[in-house]
């Protein structure tokens, strides 16, 4: 009898069609509150689940009793309990990697569309204001050797602080869990306090993943050590922020702008003030939105997903 695979994200034809000759698949465009019972129906006989954006609990996964793994399309976990994986000796597989370079290029599209405000004075000339020749009031910063700060130096930290140093020729300052050799040897970044970076830093830039101990870490505190001057961007995840003190520090100008792919709750709600605050530039959540990335997040989710139900090993595991 063939394994049991539930799908709860759209594939690329051909990757369903590869799932389909080796499985027995379900297949969910994406789960709704009119599918959700017929997708918890499904899981009770899964023996692997695909899919991304969806939080997984406990008690859906309890109900999946003959579960061997489950293979997000994300790099992010936190959809996930890893500690309950442990403790069901369930594998969880993730993509990392494939997507560095599309999301490392949304951030400095996020930098330099802050700074110059690009989708302000984009809506400025198509809304036929603009008459005469650029004053001050529609000017923007410079990028060009204004010193870059960011809290984690992964992957994704990496490829922005390459394209910064070697294309903007901007300084590198950065925080993270332990120093980073490669960086410091490759791209001259400095490592200091989270507290000097906030202090120092023209573009504060947020590259940490969401875990218990990250959550909301960057709050009114943080907001008030950083310049006045400061532009904030964040393309992790919005609960490592107080959206709340954010908010307040961009209407009352304690720091200058952000610029922002992610956000408390998504998608984000029409009636945000961000939406309404000029000083910031808020994408849906784009970071690896391009079709070559996506495609390759999908196939190493599903290469992660067919070695694991094979019982061969899985080279991308997180738990």
């Not at 539930?6 to 994406?30: M, S």
């Not at 996964?61 to 000796?89: C, H, M």
């Amino acid at each position: 009898m063939k394994q049991r695979v539930v799908v709860y994200k759209t594939l690329p034809d051909h990757l369903t069609q590869q799932l389909q000759a080796e499985f027995d698949v379900t297949l969910f465009d994406r789960i709704t509150e009119a599918n959700r019972p017929a997708f918890l129906e499904a899981l009770k006989t899964a023996h692997g689940i695909i899919g991304a954006s969806l939080p997984m609990t406990n008690a859906m996964l309890d109900g999946a009793p003959e579960l061997k793994i489950a293979s997000t399309i994300s790099v992010g976990v936190d959809q996930f309990d890893l500690a309950y994986f442990r403790q069901r000796g369930l594998i969880l597989a993730h993509t990392p990697g494939v997507l560095n370079e599309a999301t490392a290029d949304t951030i400095l599209a996020l930098i330099l569309a802050t700074a110059r405000r690009v989708v302000e004075l984009a809506e400025y000339a198509k809304a036929g204001q603009w008459k005469g020749s650029i004053g001050e009031a529609q000017f923007g910063l410079n990028v060009h050797g204004k010193t870059l700060g960011l809290i984690g130096m992964g992957r994704i930290g990496s490829a922005v602080a390459r394209r910064a140093r070697h294309g903007f020729g901007m300084p590198i300052l950065y925080h993270n869990t332990r120093p980073n050799a490669d960086a410091e040897r490759e791209l001259g970044a400095r490592y200091v306090s989270r507290d000097e970076l906030l202090a120092q830093s023209d573009f504060v830039c947020l590259m940490l993943p969401l875990t218990p101990q990250t959550e909301r870490m960057i709050g009114a505190r943080e907001f008030g050590v950083m310049k006045r001057s400061a532009i904030f961007i964040n393309a992790s995840r919005g609960r490592i922020v107080d959206e709340a003190a954010m908010i307040t520090a961009l209407q009352e100008r304690t720091i200058h702008g952000a610029g922002l792919d992610v956000f408390e709750v998504e998608p984000l709600p029409a009636d945000s003030p961000l939406l309404k605050l000029s000083n910031v530039v808020a994408l849906p959540h784009i970071g690896s939105a391009t079709h070559e990335t996506r495609q390759a997040m999908a196939e190493l989710a599903v290469a992660n997903l067919v070695a694991g139900l094979r019982g061969e090993p899985v080279a991308h595991r997180a738990a």
